[in-house]
Nanobody, 126 residues
Framework: QVQLVESGGGLVQAGGSLRLSCAAS????????MGWFRQAPGKEREFVAA????????YYTDSVKGRFTISRDNGKNTVYLQMNSLKPEDTAVYYC???????????????????WGQGTRVTVSS
């Protein structure tokens, strides 16, 4: 059974940091692009960041550029999202995702995502 399991969410004050992890199991994702998405209450799920299969290419939504960093460890079948300088507007459930490449992960319709994690909640207090 293929699974993506996120961890690392929690409650943090504005300006603080969190590191999210996404551990994959069931098959290797070393040849897949990986990404992070988030969904705030009452809003649609949105793209946050993506990383190519080899870790060379990374993409971010404008609102997190310079604050978030996506990385991966293919030896551990794990992808990370380091979140610094957190703001209350970053509050959301964060989802890990896998897709064929970073382009399909950035497709607004989200149809390029092949696997989703169950999500981890991040709450940033002001």
């Amino acid at each position: 059974q293929v699974q993506l399991v996120e961890s690392g969410g929690g409650l943090v004050q504005a300006g603080g940091s969190l590191r999210l992890s996404c551990a994959a199991s069931g098959r290797t994702f070393n040849n897949d692009a990986m990404g992070w998405f988030r969904q705030a209450p009452g809003k649609e799920r949105e793209f946050v960041a993506a990383i190519s299969w080899n870790g060379i290419l990374t993409y971010y939504t404008d609102s997190v550029k310079g604050r978030f960093t996506i990385s991966r460890d293919n030896g551990k079948n794990t992808v990370y999202l380091q979140m610094n300088s957190l703001k209350p507007e970053d509050t959301a459930v964060y989802y890990c995702a896998a897709g064929r490449n970073t382009l399909v992960l950035r497709t607004p319709s989200l149809t390029g995502v092949q696997y989703w994690g169950q999500g981890t909640r991040v709450t940033v207090s002001s």
